[in-house]
């Protein structure tokens, strides 16, 4: 069955640094989200991605995030210069165009010393 | 915004009982609720869902129940076995985008 692919499984990154997490969805999906999950709480949507672009963010996606399809595989979130409450669990998911389902990477545990 | 609320935050079982797992939306428009299951440490994984035109569906001993007039949907595990013991989130989203917005988690505790 295929897998959205997340790398890498862990960062460790020093306060203000940037990151990069990158993501391989679905390879037929056509949707593209980041969301994110702080230890013991609730997964909260940052942003989604079709055909290119931003479809909808929600506030804690401010000025330091960004996202980027650099190649028709990848799907990265960049964090520009990353502040000690960014630690979390970042997970990737995707979607076809077909369906309501989205299907999530294994995700990447960054922290932020 | 849509905003989904989930109780318990924890449910311990014996082996065998039923577990019980409720959840209410705030937005009529949302019309589509999946459910998840992540165990420690893993990425969540959709078990079941349903659409806003269905009042319940079942999979073997999971099933999930949908009152759309007081907008609350609930999951339902029969038979529990110790692997089901997991972190289960409710969602809810609505037709275009399809972002579901996250319970804050039910944590399933089945004892042997």
């Known amino acids: 069955e295929p897998e959205v692919t997340q790398t890498p499984s862990h960062q460790v990154t020093q306060m203000g640094q940037e990151v990069i997490l990158r993501c391989v969805p679905i390879?037929?999906?056509?949707?593209f989200y980041w969301y994110r999950q702080i230890l013991g709480q609730k997964v909260e949507f940052l942003v989604s991605?079709?055909?290119?672009?931003?479809?909808?963010k929600s506030e804690i996606f401010d000025d330091q995030f960004s996202v980027e399809r650099p190649d028709g595989s990848n799907f990265t979130l960049k964090i520009r210069s990353t502040k000690l409450e960014d630690s979390a669990m970042y997970f990737c998911?995707?979607?076809?165009?077909?369906?309501?389902?989205?299907?999530f990477g294994s995700g990447t545990q960054l922290s932020v010393l | 915004g849509e905003n989904v609320e989930q109780h318990p935050s924890t449910l311990s079982v014996q082996e065998g009982d039923s577990a019980v797992i409720k959840c209410t939306y705030s937005?009529?428009?949302?019309?589509?609720f999946p459910w998840y299951k992540q165990e420690l440490g893993k990425r969540p994984q959709l078990i079941i869902d349903?659409?806003?035109?269905?009042g319940e569906k079942k999979d073997q001993r999971i099933a999930v129940t949908l009152n759309k007039t007081a907008k609350h949907f609930s999951l339902h595990i029969t038979e529990t076995q110790p692997e089901d013991s997991a972190v289960y989130f409710c969602?809810?989203?609505?037709?275009?985008?399809?972002?579901?917005?996250f319970g804050r988690g039910t944590s399933l505790i089945v004892h042997p």
């Open positions: 998911a995707s979607r076809g165009g077909y369906d309501e389902k989205l299907f």
């Open positions: 390879s037929n999906h056509l949707y």
């Open positions: 991605f079709y055909n290119n672009e931003i479809s909808e």
């Open positions: 937005d009529s428009a949302s019309n589509y």
């Open positions: 349903i659409r806003s035109n269905v």
């Open positions: 969602a809810a989203s609505k037709g275009g985008s399809y972002i579901p917005t």
